[in-house]
């Protein structure tokens, strides 16, 4: 058995509901007891981040327009090492904050991480996707896993466009996150006797009919 490669990873990733804030390029660095955690997270051309306060309550209501991020039971965190570009804020709890009207998998023994955007130096209050989108840096977290796992994330930006223009757009999906147990394929070798061993069953069944 072997982990799970990054093409797998992907192909097992289900499609995100809608556009929004997506973490993509993840990548580990570190060594055993403390490995880094990193995610290059990206806005969609056609929604914008709003500064605000960071989520206090869940869900969170329609009503709290401001920007933020969270990717889900992210094991093995540790305290205090969650980090983003200026003017956003990292906060980790068992209880994920999670957009009103998206259901991730969240299991509540496991630390979530939140984004949140809540303006500062170099930043402006409403970023622009523009028509390419946004790339809004680098996010990370420090973790005493290198295992690869499939967790949730859930995010909330606002429309920037057509009659929707201002209104909340949520997002859910899954990318990379640290696990506790590998994600594992079989070996070639193990497909290869598992095929044998069908064949001789049906080879056997249609003896038996005959």
């Given at each position: 058995m072997k982990k799970l490669s990054a093409v797998c990873l992907l192909a097992l990733a289900p499609a995100v509901s809608m556009a929004?804030?997506?973490?993509?390029?993840t990548t580990i660095t570190g060594a055993p007891g403390d490995f880094t955690w990193t995610y290059n997270l990206q806005l969609s051309s056609d929604q914008d981040i709003i500064?605000?306060?960071?989520?206090?309550a869940n869900p969170v209501e329609h009503a709290h327009v401001a920007g933020f991020l969270t990717i889900f039971d992210f094991v093995g965190?540790?305290?205090g090492s969650c980090a983003g570009p200026a003017g956003w804020a990292c906060t980790a709890q068992n209880v994920g904050f999670t957009p009103d009207d998206v259901?991730?998998?969240?299991?509540?023994?496991?630390?979530?991480?939140?984004?949140?955007?809540?303006g500062g130096p170099g930043l402006p209050n409403r970023l622009s996707g523009g028509i390419a989108g946004l790339d809004l840096g680098l996010f990370s977290a420090h973790t005493n896993s290198e295992l690869i796992g499939l967790v949730s994330y859930a995010a909330r930006g606002v429309?920037?466009?057509?009659?929707?223009?201002?209104t909340v757009a949520d997002n859910v999906g899954?990318?990379?996150?640290?696990?506790?147990?590998?994600l594992?394929?079989?070996?070639?070798?193990?497909?290869?006797l598992a095929g044998m061993g069908l064949l001789f069953i049906a080879l056997k069944r249609r003896g038996n009919q005959a």
């Open positions: 929004n804030i997506i973490p993509t390029g500064a605000g306060t960071a989520p206090s965190y540790i305290g259901s991730p998998l969240d299991n509540l023994s496991i630390i979530n991480l939140t984004w949140a955007y809540i429309k920037n466009n057509g009659d929707s223009e201002g899954i990318t990379r996150g640290p696990s506790a147990a590998a594992t394929v079989p070996e070639p070798a193990s497909l290869a």
